[in-house]
């Protein structure tokens, strides 16, 4: 049986990543190794992947407010606030944000993936629902480095640009792949999901971390969402929702009967489960004020001015992750029945069926007033509608690193203006146009130090 190191991941000989530690069932010696033999062994570590997701996804959002800055920008906080071209120059260190995150995650399925079938014990419908599982966990962080390090999905260009590597072992004397194209990428994310959709899980309610049918086809509606197949993407976000069976938490109802929210393990409404960075964030005063002034959304999670009557400056509202007026409201980093929802809108809006795309934005936004403060919205005009709809995402999804993602596929289309940095005292520091090459993050130096034949990003 093959012994896996849970060591940090040194993907391309140099990366320092943790793995989470929560393991210590495999502890033997000597120690650090982990030996995964038993399919329970197999199931415990998929226990194990579950985040956190890097904070810093929070920091690249046109929402993000930063007071503390360094001008120029020094340290990796201040770097990725300002969408420098690297968020660590030094090349003898081993950290690299974001990068190794995902690709530590990945250390972990392709585990699973490799050699789940030799595992002593359990049954071979065990074992491929383990596969599965790691399959889809794998398209899962796929999704996110071709997004982050790829330009976005175009069905023209996808074949010529380069995206990331696609790992599929855990060896690391294994031959490092060279970078695979954004439409290479997508496929492995395709065929991952469709090979593992018949094996997944009906039901993940007793761990929403863990994986489920309505996960898979939850993923494939955001990756077909970024690829700008919108049909697609809504029948794969309806059956999410149809094997899900599950409803959009209520804020009125929670609030009047509960002072927190329920966990995300077992939380309704969540599909795929992923904790994220959990630092309070500073949102632009022009974000905060956007939002509706009944939206229960801004009462959970956004300080509120303490005189009402005197607009707020700039630092004094925090968003804050665990919840201001309600407890433990961690914000949900994987999928979502709202996202669903807001995915069959966008795609129906966008083919100009205004009633279907009304009515999805209603079951997401009903349940985000108090009764006596809903207005429901409709409209006839395709702009309005859709318009309408990107903002509700951006309230629904304010600081979960999904931000990100909509902004880059918006420039894309020309629907993003440009982004203004403020500096402590209020000046320009940095700016993002529409059409900036920071939209596609460069490979981090401590990598491209390791395969100078790769071509860097611009």
Known sequence: MKKYIDRPFIFLLFLTVT????????????????????????????????????????????????????????????????????????????????????????????????????????????????????????????????????KVYNPSTANQDLAVPFMTGVDVTDEVPNRSTVQEIYNHIIEDLTEALPNLPEDNSDNRFRASKAAGYSVLARAYLYMGEYSIAADNAQMAIDYSLDPIINYEELMAT???????????????????????????????????????????????????????ARGEIIFVPFGVSIWNAYPNWGTSVSEMHLIIAEAAARDNDLVTANEQLHQLRKNRFTTENYVKFESSDQEEVLQKILTERTFEFAFNGLRWYDMKRLAAEGRMPEVTRLGAEGSTIATLPPDSDRYTLQIPVQVMSFNPDWEQNP
């Open 258 to 312: 509960s002072t927190e929210f329920p966990s995300l393990v077992q939380r309704s409404g969540t599909i795929y489960a992923k904790y994220g960075g959990t630092n309070i964030q500073f949102p632009t005063l022009e974000f905060y004020n956007s939002f509706e002034e009944n939206d229960l959304r801004r009462q959970i999670y956004y300080t509120q001015p303490w005189d009402p009557n005197t607009p707020p």
């Open 19 to 150: 793995l989470q530690s929560c393991d210590d069932y495999l502890d033997v010696d000597p120690k650090g190794v982990r030996l995964l033999e038993t399919v329970e062994d197999y199931d415990l570590w998929m226990n194990n992947y579950y985040g956190f997701y890097p904070d810093e996804m929070n920091l690249l959002s046109d929402f993000a407010d930063k007071l503390d800055v360094s001008d120029p920008p020094v340290d990796i906080n201040s770097r990725v606030y300002t969408w420098q071209s690297q968020f660590n120059e030094d090349v003898t260190s081993a950290s690299t944000p974001i990068w190794e995150d995902h690709y530590g995650f990945i250390y972990h399925v392709n585990a699973v993936i490799k050699d789940v079938e030799n595992a002593s014990g359990g049954t071979e419908e065990v074992k491929n629902k383990l596969k599965a599982e790691a399959l889809l966990g794998r398209a899962f962080e796929y999704l996110h480095l071709v997004n982050l390090y790829g």
